[in-house]
């Protein structure tokens, strides 16, 4: 522990010693007084801590005072919500499916919206976005205004990978670009590191049009230890979508985003509207990391000072009916 004001340390010391000191002295006096007064002094050991307990509790809340003054400080170690979640848009046409009002993707970006705002600046957020292919559309920051504009910009098109969206999310994690070995070689899964305060949330209707393959990328993520949660968005009686002149029909593939999410330790969370998905998010099981910080104990002690004062001051009371 450390003060701002050290000079004040010797000063509760000496004014607490000399408050004793003071204090002794008079219960002497006293004690001397009875004596040539020819009154017995003697009490038993329960009067003893009756007359002496509140005075004691006194002392040592103005010496807390004192100390108080001298802004005592500590570092301490203080639990936050910290680490990386890369937020993982799928913006495939069938995105743009009504059977989540006002559309899949347009209630995925409210709710991610909302998940973004509520999170302290010790939790980097990053955005990618993914169609038959996966784009960084914002790289994980403490900028969360910046977060939010890029979930704004998002907009629906081409088909679905859901490989390419974990690939490009643990690229966006590690800082290097992040591919798949070629299955038809022996070559071993590249070494990513190990990430566990991160995390990836992969929102999407499941419909995987293209490689590569998504489990495969999945059990990556998971050899570096960044956890995948996938929001499935959509109904399984799906909708109809009209694509340059087109009707096609989508709907919601729960099995395979269930598949992606334990092949990495996640979990699969479905939502049949905002609301739902916003309640997903806030049910994600963010890291809880301790940081040593130094902290003011300047409140703490006089808090301590304010109850001892109350406690002297209410025994007096009750058993002497008066206070000094």
Do not use: C
Not at 62 to 78: C, D, K, S
Not at 116 to 142: C, H, K, M, S, W
Not at 259 to 266: D, F, L, N, P, R
Not at 314 to 319: D, V
Request: net charge negative; hydrophobic share 50%.
């Amino acid at each position: 522990m450390t003060f701002q004001h050290p000079v004040m340390v010797a000063v509760a010391v000496a004014a607490g010693l000399g408050l004793l000191a003071a204090y002794r002295w008079l219960q002497q006096q006293r004690v001397r007084a009875l004596a040539a007064a020819g009154l017995a002094t003697a009490g038993t050991r329960g009067a003893g801590l009756r007359r002496h307990l509140p005075p004691m509790l006194f002392l040592a809340a103005l010496t807390l005072l004192l100390l108080a003054a001298g802004r005592p400080q500590a570092t301490i170690a203080v639990p936050r919500v910290a680490g990386t979640v890369i937020l993982a848009f799928d913006v495939s046409n069938s995105m743009a499916a009504t059977d989540v009002a006002p559309s899949r993707l347009a209630a995925a970006q409210s709710a991610a919206i909302g998940f973004v705002e509520r999170q302290p600046d010790t939790v980097d957020i990053g955005v990618v976005a993914f169609d038959d292919g996966a784009l960084t559309t914002q790289l994980p920051t403490d900028d969360h205004q910046g977060t939010i504009a890029a979930i704004n910009r998002l907009r629906v098109s081409g088909g679905t990978s859901l490989g390419q969206a974990i690939l490009a999310s643990l690229s966006a994690i590690t800082g290097k670009t992040v591919t798949l070995p070629d299955p038809s070689s022996n070559d071993p899964p590249p070494d990513l590191g190990y990430w566990r305060s991160a995390m990836i949330v992969l929102i999407s209707d499941g419909e995987d049009t293209g490689g590569p393959d998504a489990v495969a990328a999945a059990e990556l993520a998971a050899n570096a230890g960044v956890r995948i949660e996938t929001i499935g968005v959509g109904t399984a009686g799906g909708a109809t979508i009209e694509v340059d002149g087109y009707q096609m029909a989508t709907a919601l593939n729960e099995e395979l985003l269930t598949e992606v999410a334990q092949a990495s330790a996640g979990s699969y969370h479905h939502a049949g509207d905002a609301d739902g998905i916003g309640d997903i998010y806030d049910a994600l099981d963010l890291r809880i990391t301790t940081k040593r910080e130094l902290t003011e104990l300047t409140g703490a002690a006089v808090a301590v000072a304010v109850l001892l004062l109350t406690a002297g001051g209410l025994l007096m009371i009750n058993w002497f009916g008066r206070i000094l």
